[in-house]
């Protein structure tokens, strides 16, 4: 029986020929009365056309559901196997008042000679399962929506009927939970959605209703739906609720990339932060007009993206399985000001970054705007002079000959700049620990103190600041600051607190925007004119940008493309063409432009005007640099770690 057969009111029958007791599925292995390992039974479904009934067996093992269909003529047999990884749920008791296509009904045997299928009764005794399926086919990689329907009649009481439909159900989410998947169907804990309304034109809550709400249902999902109202509004929902953790088993954004931007930072300004990025697996579902992430993941699972992105994104998001992601750590200090942020997808500063960030002026035209504005940065072309600094990938060599002509190294600091490097274990983060039970002055110090980080966020932010870097790096083997709390005032343990957690929070391990680079640790720099610096770390920067081919979503690098100034308008309308397909970085050594994959990197611009773009949101213009954190949050992916 093949995946696109259908029937419209054929009858499944049961073998015999007299009304018989309740169905016994057999089952090969069943343990302590538990759902057993398999259940097969043998159905016959009428086919109208050729005036007799169609043989199925209908196997349920941990691999999926087999379905086997024989015929009389010269025994031909065909085989279907739905896997259990490509089955998102499953449904059963009374018919649905929808006809469902591909529905598998069963009665008596027509073909036993004397024997008739006995009239619909009024009332319908059986019970019927539903399994929702979206079988993974190749060229051209794609899902296919599949639906089957078992019909259990077998006993004239409901109940009994009903009884073997729910085995049928418990034993598929028991073999997909075998699988190494944990649904959110099975976790207890329903899934925190935050959809922007205006996203996709506008149309953000009408797609999520009509594409993506019936797939949860199909999949028993429980779900808590968020409308965000206003900017930032999703940053500060997951930042300030207490009950994140316990409450929501993942957090799924139906939006743009910019919205998950939002959620990651304020994920990162919670206390506990690092449990957070652990405990509660993140989704995307590319509703937006920026969907680098959702392709990302997409082509890192190896699964369909077009023509039905929202359809194939919401699959991901429900097969119960995450990978570590990388996150980049982004330091700015525009003037006199210092900020931290944390980034998933890109940092910019030139051509891709001016495209990007002006033509939002002609968001009404849709992505044509890109274009558009491609052809006039084209034209009028602009280079920026500055510094660009980074750190390569230490299993990686140096740069090309040619390109490493154009570096210079920095040169080495003063005895007086030196500081001792982390210890290997710096790089660990840490939450906040708990307050002990009973402890009385614990629970007056933290009542001392907002929950709201906020209030002390301006402290943290100092001590990852230049001056006081020296003070950070000391203070990670150094003695607990909680051993002389017994003996401190309210002010002291307040102070002690916001410093303590400064400590926790995820410090960089490279030196501060305002302190120079070392060469002894492999830093390389480069001066002059660039047409553009863009920093990746996934494979996509939209759905149609394949900027970092290489790139993986838990790998540890940064891949940093140069452009120097001097390069023809010609190369850079190929460089643009191809970045839809990923041909756009050159095989060998080119003078102008060069990829480096790296673990950090530092841009100083010389001028004060200009734009730099992280995740594709405008910054701040000034001094920049990131560094990479391997793995620090977790993704829904469709493959697990």
């Known amino acids: 029986m093949t995946a696109n057969t259908t029937t419209s009111e054929e009858n499944l029958l049961r073998s015999g020929g007299q009304p018989q007791e309740p169905s016994t599925p057999t089952s090969d292995a069943e343990v302590g009365g538990g759902t057993p390992n398999e259940l097969s039974e043998i159905f016959f479904v009428d086919n109208s056309r050729r005036k007799q009934s169609i043989k199925i067996q209908v196997k349920l093992c941990p691999e999926g559901v087999y379905l086997r269909r024989e015929t009389d003529e010269d025994d031909h047999i ?140 199909e999949a028993e999902v429980q779900y808590d739906l968020q409308i965000t109202t206003h900017p930032q509004f999703a940053k500060e929902f997951v930042r300030t609720r207490r009950d994140l953790l316990e409450r929501y088993s993942g957090i799924v954004v139906a939006s743009g990339d910019g919205l998950f931007y939002e959620v990651l930072n304020g994920l990162m300004e919670r206390m506990d932060w690092h449990r957070a990025c652990r405990q509660l697996p993140l989704g995307i579902i590319p509703c937006g007009s920026g969907n680098g992430l959702a392709k990302s993941v997409a082509h890192h699972c190896n699964e369909p993206y077009e023509p039905k992105p929202i359809l194939h994104a919401t699959l991901t998001c429900m097969a119960g399985k995450s990978t570590p992601m990388d996150v980049v750590r982004v330091e700015l200090a525009p003037g006199d000001k210092h900020f931290v942020m944390y980034s998933f997808l890109s940092v910019g500063w030139g051509l891709i970054a001016d495209i990007d960030i002006e033509s939002e002026r002609l968001r009404s035209i849709g992505a044509q705007r890109f274009t558009l504005w491609a052809i006039k940065r084209l034209i009028g072309l602009r280079s920026y002079k500055g510094r660009v600094s980074y750190l390569l990938a230490k299993d990686r060599k140096e740069p090309p000959v040619e390109a490493a002509k154009e570096a210079r190294e920095i040169p080495v600091e003063s005895d007086q700049q030196k500081r001792p490097s982390l210890p290997l274990n710096a790089g660990e983060f840490h939450d906040l620990p708990e307050e002990e039970e009973g402890d009385l002055d614990g629970e007056q110090f933290a009542d001392a103190i907002s929950l709201d980080r906020s209030v002390y966020r301006q402290h943290a932010d100092s001590w990852h600041s230049a001056m006081s870097r020296r003070t950070a790096y000391y203070s990670v083997g150094g003695p607990s600051m909680r051993s002389n709390r017994s003996r401190m ?83 850079l309308l190929n460089f643009m063409l191809s970045l839809n397909t990923g041909t756009h970085l050159p095989i060998g050594e080119d003078p102008f432009i060069k990829v480096v994959p790296c673990r950090a990197f530092r841009i100083e611009p010389s001028s004060t005007d200009g734009i730099l773009a992280v995740d594709g949101e405008r910054v701040d213009y000034g001094p920049i640099q990131a560094e990479v954190m391997p793995g620090l949050i977790n993704v829904m992916t469709t493959m697990g770690q």
């Open 78 to 217: 065909n085989e279907q196997l739905i896997r259990i990884d490509d089955i998102i749920g499953s449904r059963y008791g009374p018919r649905l008042k929808k006809r469902a296509r591909g529905g598998l009904n069963s009665c008596r045997n027509p073909n036993v000679p004397g024997q008739e299928a006995d009239p619909e009764p009024d009332s319908d005794n059986s019970a019927y399962l539903y399994i929702y399926a979206y079988l993974k086919k190749e060229k051209p990689l794609r899902r296919v929506q599949t639906l089957r329907i078992l019909r259990f009649r077998s006993s004239n009481d409901y109940g009994v009927n009903l009884q073997t439909a729910e085995l049928w159900h418990l034993t598929i989410r028991k073999h997909k939970r075998g699988n190494g998947s944990s649904s959110p169907a099975d976790c207890g804990k329903p899934l925190l959605i935050l959809l922007n309304p205006k996203s996709g034109s506008g149309k953000g809550r009408e797609l999520f209703q009509k594409q993506v709400a019936p797939l949860l249902t």
């Open 489 to 571: 005032s309210i002010s002291q343990r307040i102070e002690a607190a916001n410093a303590e957690f400064a400590e926790k929070v995820p410090t960089g391990t490279i030196p501060g925007l305002q302190m120079p680079l070392p060469s002894s640790e492999g830093w390389i720099c480069e001066d002059g004119d660039f047409v553009m610096v863009h920093a990746a770390y996934t494979t996509h920067l939209s759905s149609d940008v394949f900027f970092a081919p290489d790139s993986r979503l838990n790998d540890g690098l940064i891949y940093l493309v140069i452009i120097r100034s001097g390069v023809s308008r010609h190369q």
